[in-house]
């Protein structure tokens, strides 16, 4: 038996450790040249510690949203010996070529696993032009954010650490609002876009991406470190039948960071409990999300918009906003609003309730 201390970690000892698949470590060293500084019997890989430390080098670069074949050339300099590329097909030696100096927007289809190419590689009758690099392990996300691109690498890979700074980071740098528009939802959408067109594919990466998501949110904090204005709690809820929550998640966090009282009831919620909370509660505002047009419920929204509450003579209701594209298509109902997006929410809760303060920045 080979001793690893002596030969450095198998292949599949390090993909464990890294969360990557060892079909990315083998892909990383025949690509850019990725590869471990010595091999066993000059064929098999064996990783040493500065190897390791290169590869997690490359993961973070990658999940930050640089071109895999920039990311190794970083990568490889970091390492104390870098094995020179030889211009033969000798086991063991690389081949590299130049980077293309842009990241094209699309690539073609590949397996979840699979590293974008943007180099040439060394085949039988010398090198071949490689597929196109960019969006992310085949996720279709377009002309977007560069965070989206290293969100959707780290999602692949199922990196939860990586996943986890990235979505702090976009958060800090960029605000909640910036963030949930145009780096969590363009991401979220595209891999539910690929679930859809895959065969069930990449389910898992749809759920464990919308985890950290929902974590990411629910780790903002409210305005003032903790104060909150003294007003009546804002209502959230899905209607009956609908799922969907995250886009309820952002706009609690987002009125949170405002310092505004939320009660975030959650996915599907029946229209008898609905009733029962906004009579017990008095809430300034009702927020009712559909995703489709099949959730839409409006003879729901008219009840609830109708609900009146407080002393007589005095009594108040709700402000009601129907908020998600399945309310779409149909004159508003009286009484309510359907805002456009995130920001147009959260500007409409702030000045129904008279709370100004502006997020942090």
């Known amino acids: 038996m ?7 970690l198998t292949t599949g000892t390090v993909a464990r450790r890294l969360g990557v698949s060892p079909t990315t470590l083998r892909s990383w060293d025949r690509r850019y040249g990725i590869g471990p500084a010595a091999r066993e019997d000059g064929r098999h890989r064996r990783w040493a510690p500065d190897d390791v430390a290169m590869l997690e080098e490359m993961c973070r670069l990658t999940a930050s949203g640089a071109p895999p074949a920039e990311a190794a050339r970083i990568a490889r300099t970091g390492r104390t010996e870098v094995p020179d590329a030889a211009p033969d097909t000798a086991p063991g030696t690389h081949v590299r070529f130049t980077a293309p100096a842009r990241e ?6 590949q397996k979840p696993e ?33 965070e989206c691109r290293g969100l959707a690498r780290a999602a692949v890979r199922l990196d939860g650490p990586a996943l986890d700074a990235l979505l702090r980071d976009a958060v800090a740098d960029h605000g ?16 539910g876009r690929k679930w859809e067109s895959s065969g069930d594919r990449y389910v898992e990466v749809e759920h464990l991406l919308s985890w950290h998501v929902s974590t990411a949110l629910r780790q903002v904090a409210p305005a003032g ?22 886009p309820l998640e952002a706009l609690a966090a987002g009125l949170s ?14 229209a008898e409990a609905l009733d029962a909370a ?6 300034a505002a009702v927020v009712l999300w559909s995703q489709a047009r099949s959730t839409a419920n409006h003879a729901l929204a008219r009840h609830v918009a109708g609900s009146s509450f ?3 003579g005095a009594r108040t209701r709700p402000l009601m906003l129907l908020a998600g594209p399945g309310w779409a298509g149909r004159t508003p109902e009286p009484g309510t609003l359907r805002p456009g997006g995130l920001r147009e929410a959260l500007d409409a809760l702030s000045h129904h309730t008279g709370v100004r303060a502006a997020p942090p920045v």
């Not at 080979?2 to 450095?8: I, L, R, W």
């Not at 039988?124 to 969006?135: C, H, K, L």
């Not at 909150?228 to 969907?244: D, N, S, T, W």
């Open 104 to 109: 094209p927007e699309q690539e073609p289809e």
């Open 257 to 270: 960071e405002r310092g505004l009282p939320t009660r975030m009831f959650g996915a599907a919620v029946p």
């Open 310 to 312: 407080g002393v007589k």
């Open 114 to 146: 699979s590293e974008p190419v943007d180099e040439r590689e060394a085949g039988p009758g010398g090198p071949r032009p490689a597929r196109q690099p960019g969006s992310g392990n085949g996720l279709p996300l377009g002309d977007v954010r560069r």
């Open 278 to 283: 906004v009579r017990r509660m008095g809430p």
């Open 176 to 191: 909640l609002v910036t963030a949930w528009e145009e780096v969590m939802a363009p991401t979220l959408h595209a891999v």
């Open 225 to 246: 470190h903790g104060s909150v204005a003294p007003v009546p709690p804002v209502l959230l809820a899905c209607v009956p039948g609908e799922q969907h929550t995250l």
């Open 2 to 8: 080979t001793d690893s201390a002596t030969y450095g």
